[in-house]
Structures are given as structure tokens and as C-alpha cells.
């Protein structure tokens, strides 16, 4: 099992419409603002905590590619609502509330849909070893992933309008990124330093959804 150096799957999406998409987030959804880290091409990253999760809305200056969606769906929040209350933002982002325990969820549930479930069901069961709650319902420390079957983007674009990317946090990105492609997960993108902050790399999910594997030196201690 990818030994998780937070209890959690942070959720990234893109945008060019960084008001609005704030507002909707901090105002509608009412989740809060944590950090603001500027990832250079124009691009700021505004970290928002959803419990032990953050959504990292990574608002671009240029015009983003109007792509196919990802296979990233929708993301189910544990929240004080009294029922369950489906929501969309600006860039059309399903987003749904639901009373904190409901369906046993406590912070956040990702839908991931899949055109092979059996090839994802290894890659995320098998070789990132996320323990299974139920069939197709995956936990990664307090959040839950879950694998829904249907028509997906192959090899959806990275940086384009839309939940894009996820991420899981480790001690050792070198490593685990290593023991991923050796039990069969692909490359996104080699492990990098990014100063003295993290370092990261991608992986893809048997569709080519994107993977962030990451290192933070403020969760680790460490970046050796």
C-alpha cells in the first residue's frame, strides 16, 4: 500500500473565471481559504480545506482549452446540510453537499467514472493498495474515492477548465512513484523539485486520468 503521509485525496481543478469560481466555493459551498501559491505561466493556486482535503483551484490568466471533461465527475462534501443538496460552479463542476455520515461519508467522496472498471479496480485496489470499503468504494485516509462505470475521456488534457488532477500526499515521492510503474501504472511526468516546498510527479490511471503523487515539505519535514 502507498504509504499516505496525509489522511486524505486533494482534488485540483482549473479556471479562467477566478471570481466567480471563488465566490461559488467560499460562499455557496462554504468551504475556507488556506493559501495562495503562485505556480508560475500565470497560473495562481488558491488552496481552500475541505477537513483534511484541500481543493486547489488553480486560476489561469490565459485562456484555458475548452476540453473534454476528465473522468473526475463530481465531489461530494460532508457538510451541516439537513439533506443533500446538488450544486454546480461557474465552469459547470458538480459538486454535491450531504449531511456529515450520510452514505458513510465524514469529508469528501470523489466519483471517478472509468470505461474499464476492472483495469481501474487493480490500479487503484492493487497497485496504489487503497483499501476497498465496499465494491468500487476505495478509502485514502478520510476520503473516499469512488469508481462509478461509464463513457470517459482517454487521456484527458491536464490544464484545461474542469476538475483535472488529483493528489495524494507521501513521505518518499522518488520511491513511490518508482514502485507505481513497476507494478504497471503509467508516467505522467517525472519527480521535480519545486524548491524548497515539495517535490512532485504524475501518474495516470489506466484512462490517463492524472495522478499527482506529492512531497510537502510543510506535512513530511522533509524533502530528502
Same mark, same amino acid.
Given at each position: 500500500?502507498?504509504?499516505? +503521509?496525509?489522511?486524505?485525496?486533494?482534488?485540483?481543478?482549473?479556471?479562467?473565471?477566478?471570481?466567480?469560481?471563488?465566490?461559488?466555493?467560499?460562499?455557496?459551498?462554504?468551504?475556507?481559504?488556506?493559501?495562495? #501559491?503562485? #505556480?508560475?505561466?500565470?497560473?495562481?493556486?488558491?488552496?481552500?480545506?475541505?477537513?483534511?482535503?484541500?481543493?486547489?483551484?488553480? +486560476?489561469?490568466?490565459?485562456?484555458?482549452?475548452?476540453?473534454?471533461?476528465?473522468?473526475?465527475?463530481?465531489?461530494?462534501?460532508?457538510?451541516?446540510?439537513?439533506?443533500?443538496?446538488?450544486?454546480?460552479?461557474?465552469?459547470?463542476?458538480?459538486?454535491?453537499?450531504?449531511?456529515?455520515?450520510?452514505?458513510?461519508?465524514?469529508?469528501?467522496?470523489?466519483?471517478?467514472?472509468?470505461?474499464?472498471?476492472?483495469?481501474?479496480?487493480?490500479?487503484?485496489?492493487?497497485?496504489?493498495?487503497?483499501?476497498?470499503?465496499?465494491?468500487?468504494?476505495?478509502?485514502?485516509?478520510?476520503?473516499?474515492?469512488?469508481?462509478?462505470?461509464?463513457?470517459?475521456?482517454?487521456?484527458?488534457?491536464?490544464?484545461?477548465?474542469?476538475?483535472?488532477?488529483?493528489?495524494?500526499?507521501?513521505?518518499?515521492?522518488?520511491?513511490?512513484?518508482?514502485?507505481?510503474?513497476?507494478?504497471?501504472?503509467?508516467?505522467?511526468?517525472?519527480?521535480?523539485?519545486?524548491?524548497?516546498? +515539495?517535490?512532485?510527479?504524475?501518474?495516470?490511471?489506466?484512462?490517463?486520468?492524472?495522478?499527482?503523487?506529492?512531497?510537502?515539505?510543510?506535512?513530511?519535514?522533509?524533502?530528502?
Amino acid at each position: 500500500m502507498v504509504d499516505l +503521509a496525509k489522511p486524505a485525496i486533494d482534488v485540483g481543478l482549473y479556471t479562467n473565471r477566478r471570481e466567480a469560481t471563488l465566490d461559488f466555493w467560499q460562499n455557496t459551498v462554504g468551504i475556507s481559504f488556506s493559501e495562495l #501559491l503562485k #505556480l508560475g505561466g500565470g497560473v495562481h493556486q488558491l488552496r481552500h480545506s475541505i477537513g483534511d482535503t484541500v481543493l486547489k483551484i488553480n +486560476a489561469a490568466r490565459e485562456p484555458l482549452e475548452d476540453a473534454p471533461a476528465s473522468g473526475i465527475r463530481k465531489l461530494t462534501i460532508a457538510s451541516d446540510v439537513p439533506d443533500i443538496t446538488e450544486l454546480k460552479d461557474s465552469d459547470g463542476n458538480e459538486v454535491a453537499l450531504v449531511p456529515t455520515g450520510h452514505d458513510g461519508i465524514e469529508q469528501i467522496r470523489v466519483s471517478l467514472c472509468v470505461n474499464d472498471l476492472p483495469a481501474n479496480q487493480r490500479f487503484w485496489g492493487e497497485v496504489l493498495g487503497l483499501p476497498e470499503l465496499r465494491e468500487n468504494l476505495y478509502g485514502v485516509g478520510q476520503s473516499q474515492l469512488e469508481l462509478i462505470a461509464g463513457k470517459a475521456t482517454v487521456d484527458p488534457i491536464q490544464r484545461a477548465r474542469g476538475y483535472r488532477y488529483l493528489t495524494i500526499q507521501v513521505f518518499d515521492v522518488k520511491a513511490t512513484h518508482a514502485k507505481i510503474l513497476e507494478k504497471g501504472g503509467r508516467e505522467g511526468s517525472a519527480p521535480v523539485k519545486l524548491g524548497d516546498v +515539495a517535490h512532485i510527479s504524475f501518474v495516470r490511471d489506466p484512462d490517463g486520468n492524472w495522478l499527482e503523487i506529492s512531497q510537502r515539505k510543510s506535512i513530511t519535514g522533509s524533502l530528502d
